[in-house]
């Protein structure tokens, strides 16, 4: 079975740190691109980060440049997003997302651009919740 499993959420106060985890199951990770998106309650899905294959190249949206950074371990099949000084605006689900698009179960992922732009919604992993609250 083919799947990314988001995972790594909670809850935690602001200024407060988390690091997700995006683990590739199925496939092997070390040839796709991956991001990272998130949706809050009644907002539109937002990119938030982005890693080549190689490593490099990272791409952070205006809002978590700084504070949030993209890696990835393949032989581990894992890509992580390191939050640091979490906001109260950062609270949402988390998504990550694999460029080119792959066809899991349910069908194919999004499309999105280098900057992290969803060009062609597709289907999406369970997510991980992300709260920060005093």
């Known amino acids: 079975q083919v799947q990314l499993v988001e995972s790594g959420g909670g809850l935690v106060e602001p200024g407060g740190a988390l690091r997700l985890s995006c683990t590739a199951v199925g496939f092997n990770l070390s040839y796709y691109e991956i991001a990272w998106f998130r949706q809050a309650a009644e907002k539109e899905r937002e990119g938030v980060a982005r890693?080549?294959?190689?490593?490099?190249?990272?791409f952070y949206a205006e809002s978590v440049k700084g504070r949030f950074s993209i890696s990835r371990d393949d032989p581990k099949q894992v890509v992580y997003l390191q939050m640091t000084a979490l906001k109260p605006e950062d609270p949402a689900k988390y998504y990550c997302?694999?460029?080119?698009?792959?066809?899991?179960?349910?069908?194919?992922?999004?499309?999105?651009?280098?900057?992290?732009?969803?060009?062609?919604?597709?289907?999406w992993g369970q997510g991980t919740q992300v709260t920060v609250s005093a």
């Open positions: 890693i080549n294959p190689r490593g490099g190249d990272p």
């Open positions: 997302a694999p460029n080119p698009p792959m066809r899991l179960e349910n069908g194919w992922t999004a499309r999105f651009t280098p900057d992290c732009r969803v060009v062609s919604d597709g289907s």
